[in-house]
């Protein structure tokens, strides 16, 4: 599967479901800490795609890697804070 297919596929997914369990948090982890601009980016586009899904008033399943357990999100605050705690580099 080439970029652009995983890209739209996994924004499909995180619209649909608002899960970011733990393989993917790590993926995330992985864009965050490489610290370029195209990795922060798409980091930053996965992040406004769970940002739209909880404006629209759907919860979010988040992965917190202090307790290795999922964690409903169901508001914009509790959103934000889990981004900047987690990827503080990164701009919603």
Do not use: C
């Not at 370029?36 to 930053?44: D, F, I, N, P, Y």
């Not at 919860?59 to 990827?87: D, G, M």
């Amino acid at each position: 599967m080439d970029a652009i297919a995983y890209n739209r596929q996994l924004d499909s997914k995180l619209a649909a479901s608002g899960k970011v369990n733990q393989e993917l948090f790590f993926k995330f982890t992985d864009a965050h800490s490489y610290d370029a601009a195209s990795s922060v980016g798409w980091l930053e586009a996965k992040l406004r795609v769970l940002q739209s899904r909880i404006s629209r008033g759907e919860a979010l399943s988040l992965y917190e890697p202090e307790t290795k357990s999922q964690r409903i999100v169901a508001t914009i605050a509790e959103f934000e804070s889990w981004v900047s705690i987690n990827f503080p580099s990164a701009e919603v």
